[in-house]
């Protein structure tokens, strides 16, 4: 598996790997928003893909940063790949590459009451990863819960 930042041609890749969350998420594939966003972000360089050798899309995040504060837009995981330790790599070179200096980085996942918070194993993972439930976040499109996860960073 190889980790590097996303390109044009990935984009169907990353709509496919939508796809396979909607169910939690809410409509993102027909939603012209989605699209710009995606289109946004591997335009100015702030998105990575995990890739297997073979060549498949495994995974996908989307950055932002408005220092100090860091922000995970989004990330998905094929449901091939998880529990895999793809999330954690792609988590980890999104750290390296765009978290400078002391600051924080946050993430919107589900709210505790989420249906999608145990199945999905995302509230799991980002405590895996030393982050810390914080405030409540708006609701997500689907009309579920949503909670602020939040990293605190000494330096980069």
Do not use: C
């Not at 598996?1 to 809410?26: C, K, Q, T, Y």
């Not at 995040?61 to 922000?71: D, N, Q, R």
């Not at 505790?112 to 708006?138: C, I, N, Q």
């Amino acid at each position: 598996m190889i980790i590097r930042p996303a390109l044009r041609s990935d984009i169907p890749g990353l709509l496919s790997l939508a796809a396979e969350v909607e169910h939690w998420f809410g409509p993102m594939v027909d939603e012209p928003g989605f699209h710009q966003a995606l289109d946004n972000h591997v335009r100015q360089e702030r998105a990575l893909v995990a890739v297997a050798d073979e060549g498949s899309l495994l995974a996908g995040l989307l950055f932002g940063s408005e220092p100090p504060v860091h922000h995970v837009h989004w990330v998905v995981v094929s449901e091939r790949a998880r529990g895999t330790g793809v999330g954690r790599a792609l988590m980890a070179e999104a750290v390296q590459r765009y978290v400078q200096g002391p600051g924080t980085l946050e993430v919107v996942t589900f709210g505790a009451d989420h249906p999608g918070a145990v199945t999905s194993g995302a509230r799991a993972f980002y405590s895996s990863l030393g982050f810390s439930p914080a405030e409540p976040a708006p609701a997500g499109p689907e009309g579920g819960s949503r909670q602020v996860y939040r990293k605190v960073f000494a330096g980069g």
